[in-house]
């Protein structure tokens, strides 16, 4: 499942240089997580890094877009081997 950024979001900026996946972008109002590109840090980390950083817990798994570890590690693969 990848991750959301409720609105609750303070736009402290702590959470885009984290994101290894460059997943993570300022979106209109807050920053935005393009599920797409999120891996849950899966490939990278132990646990997703913009999580680790939040200071407000504003980031929660996005109900719209479940997959699990495999799936997560299969897009992990995929983004990597685009950017080689």
């Known amino acids: 499942m990848a991750l959301m950024i409720t609105d609750e979001c303070i736009n402290c900026d702590v959470c885009e240089p ?9 979106g209109e109002e807050i ?16 646990t997703p890094q913009c999580v680790e950083v939040c200071p407000v ?11 699990d570890h495999d799936a997560l590690y299969q897009k992990y693969l995929h983004l990597t081997a685009e950017g080689s």
């Open 18 to 26: 984290e994101c290894p996946n460059g997943a993570i972008s300022q």
């Open 31 to 46: 920053y935005e997580i393009d599920p797409g590109k999120c891996t849950e840090c899966i490939g990278h980390y132990d």
């Open 57 to 67: 817990d504003c980031i929660p798994k996005d109900p719209e877009h479940e997959e």
